[in-house]
């Protein structure tokens, strides 16, 4: 199948006294249309700079190191300048962030917006764009449509707001969404409502989705892969229903152990130890290794991204022992 | 983990608490009073944890405060080792304050970042007078190394530490007065779940070692059950159910509990259990809707007039109270998702 975006060795540095840093550090994933990629990982492991890079918007002074590849299509993006790259951002990808209210404008009403957002990229009269405003706020699910329409965000709920921000990353008909912690500020009845909408939309519209999260659990029956990010590098990838079942690599099954359930036996948690390094001060070799219960001797080379199943990778060297399968090893 | 808990010796007793808050109105014109506490009534027993969760907007963090006195009740009593929280002067508020401590999400807000995190720590210890001056740096010592911290961070400032270490601060600061109630408003919110997990771990420690007794307000149900005893859930400023954490996860009686718990997001291949997606968002406070607060929202294939009409009380059902005219048919998570 042929990759709507294709990421290939992106590092992305920002300078740090005398030298740099590389808070992502050669990150490679691809998306086909229609599906849900999920990239994973707790703060600072690189995983929302990722997404911003994808448009170019990574903030200065950080940049894009020589060597990363983007590829939309058969578009270079990482060459892009200017107005063409104007062309690509919110056309081919749109953006969703966590917080709504900051992303919109509160002198506005929902409906002025949604038809800017319209007219940024297509050449229709008023009352067509008003039309297309109001058939999107239906399509997002908010009742009320007519009325919604004039509404300022202030008078609109988190749920609400979030919604309109789909609506208006939706006007310009993008190939591909990011949503960046789209539900993260939002309450557990109103997250499952927006999850929802995106997964209809994506089905609908065979619109590609790189939802971005700290959450596995909305990743579970969502996303079609996962990619697991840790220390500014991918370290496990596989498809959901793969690592749901077989979480390989050490962090990835320090996370199921670290996470509290809802159902099943009650048991203490077992935490990771340590915390997250600084982009300044990661390890050589394995980067979790200072803090992983199975580092061994050759952890202290650096892993590539090593086989453990069908479409199922890991940055660990267990990959290459029989230790890994040992159920009674894995910390679930 | 959940530890047996002395429930027949009452802590603290709370009864028809009310917190209103006025809006002011445009115009001279009075708005009605936002009703973020509507008549919340319940207990905590010594070395008890009882966890209020709801969404937000729902009162549980005014309870919390009110319950402190860091905000003054509208209507309503609580009764702490047999005092009235509400009538005390400020002498006497002083020293219910070395008993009942609060942690918060964001330790940093509440940590002087001019501070250091020794002299953070010992603050309570100096206010009460409760060790000689000499002994104190000792004492701090002493609480670092119980909340998992190396006792030579008491020289650092906050803004050295992680959001992890600044909550084992938080807790430290709270333990350093040894109070016998605290309540922990979402504690472990802002944290990432590997670091969401010790805390979580040390705060179960301490109340097995200390015999503590905990209000921890939460919004998250899965957190809730790795540390509560009980659980009373709110919606709209009231309690519209509570019981013993195993009965009200495992048989919710309230149709809004069914609908929470669907809700939350499993990590389990597949996403776990059907979803009840409820419809419309949460209706405002300050104008309340009539009869029971959720019923316009309500999936209750029974729901009727009488619910628009009726304020259900909290009555037990099953194993847990719930505030449900028809809380004996409630459908559980997976009849209700095929609704």
């Not at chain 1, 299509?73 to 062309?87: F, K, T, W």
């Not at chain 1, 996470?259 to 130890?273: A, K, N, W």
């Not at chain 2, 009942?100 to 953070?120: E, T």
């Amino acid at each position: 199948m042929s990759h709507v975006l294709e990421v290939q060795n992106l590092r992305i540095s920002f300078p740090s006294g005398q030298s740099r840093v590389y808070p992502v550090d050669g990150v490679s994933f691809w998306l086909n249309r229609g599906e849900t990629l999920a990239l994973v990982g707790e703060s600072g492991c690189g995983k929302s700079l990722t997404s911003l890079a994808l448009l170019q918007l990574v903030p200065a002074p950080g940049r894009i190191e020589p060597g990363s590849a983007i590829q939309l299509g058969d578009m270079d993006v990482l060459a892009l300048r200017g107005e063409a790259l104007r062309q690509i951002r919110g056309r081919r990808i749109g953006m969703i962030f966590q917080d709504p209210m900051t992303s919109l404008n509160p002198v506005f009403t929902v409906g002025d917006q949604i038809v800017e957002g319209i007219h940024a990229h297509f050449k229709i009269s008023r009352t067509a764009a008003r039309d297309r405003a109001l058939h999107l706020l239906q399509e997002v699910g908010i009742p009320d449509p007519v009325e919604r329409l004039k509404a300022y965000p202030h008078q609109l709920s988190g749920g609400m707001r979030q919604r309109v921000m789909i609506a208006i990353a939706l006007a310009a008909e993008p190939e591909i969404l990011v949503a960046d912690e789209p539900t993260t500020a939002l309450d557990v009845t109103v997250q499952a409502q927006i999850l929802e909408v995106l997964d209809r939309l994506r089905a609908s519209r065979g619109m590609a989705v790189l939802l971005i999260t700290h959450d596995l659990g909305i990743v579970a029956g969502r996303a079609d892969r996962v990619a697991v990010m840790y220390a500014g590098q991918i370290i496990e990838e596989a498809p959901t229903e793969q690592l749901f079942a077989q979480p390989s690599h050490p962090y990835t099954q320090g996370l199921f152990a670290s996470v509290p359930r809802i159902s099943g036996p009650l048991r203490r948690l077992t935490p990771i130890r340590g915390t997250v390094p600084a982009p300044s001060a990661w390890p050589s070799g394995c980067r979790f290794r200072p803090r992983c219960p199975q580092a061994f001797d050759k952890s202290e080379q650096e892993p590539p991204l090593l086989p453990v199943g069908p479409d199922h990778v890991m940055r660990c060297w267990l990959a290459e022992t029989p230790r890994i399968v040992a159920a009674d090893e894995r910390t679930r | 983990m959940n530890a047996p808990a002395d429930q027949s010796s009452g802590l603290l007793s709370v009864r028809d608490l009310k917190k209103y808050y006025q809006a002011g109105g445009l115009f001279g014109r009075a708005a009605p009073p936002v009703r973020a506490v509507d008549g919340v009534s319940f207990e905590v027993g010594r070395g008890e944890t009882l966890a209020l969760v709801g969404e937000s907007g729902c009162g549980k963090s005014s309870v919390g405060r009110t319950i402190l006195r860091l905000q003054e009740p509208t209507s309503g009593s609580a009764m702490f080792e047999g005092v009235d929280i509400f009538s005390l002067d400020r002498a006497a508020l002083r020293a219910l304050r070395r008993r009942m401590q609060i942690i918060f999400q964001d330790p940093y807000s509440s940590l002087n970042p001019r501070m250091r995190v020794g002299a953070a720590v010992a603050e309570g210890i100096e206010i009460h007078r409760l060790a000689p001056r000499k002994e104190i740096p000792a004492r701090v010592g002493a609480l670092l190394r119980e909340v998992g911290l190396d006792p030579e961070y008491a020289r650092r400032f906050p803004h050295e530490f992680s959001g992890g270490q600044r909550q084992r601060i938080g807790i430290a600061r709270a333990l350093a007065v040894e109070p016998a109630f605290i309540v922990c408003d979402e504690p472990v919110s802002a944290l990432d779940v590997s670091v969401q997990a010790q805390v979580l771990n040390l705060l179960s420690d301490l109340q097995q070692q200390r015999g503590l007794s905990y209000l921890f307000i939460a919004h998250d149900l899965a957190v809730v059950r790795q540390i509560a005893h009980r659980i009373a859930v709110m919606y709209l400023g009231r309690i519209v159910e509570e019981g013993a954490t195993d009965q009200l996860l495992s048989n919710p009686r309230h149709p809004y509990t069914v609908a929470l718990l669907s809700a939350v997001p499993e990590p389990e291949p597949g996403g776990g259990r059907t979803r009840i997606v409820l419809s419309g968002d949460l209706p405002s406070p300050s104008n309340p809707p009539s009869g029971c607060p959720f019923h316009t929202r309500c999936f209750h294939p029974l729901k009727n007039e009488r619910c628009r009409t009726d304020v259900p009380l909290l009555r037990p059902v099953a194993g847990t109270l719930a505030a449900c005219h028809y809380a004996e048919t409630t459908p559980q998570p997976a009849e209700a998702g095929a609704a």
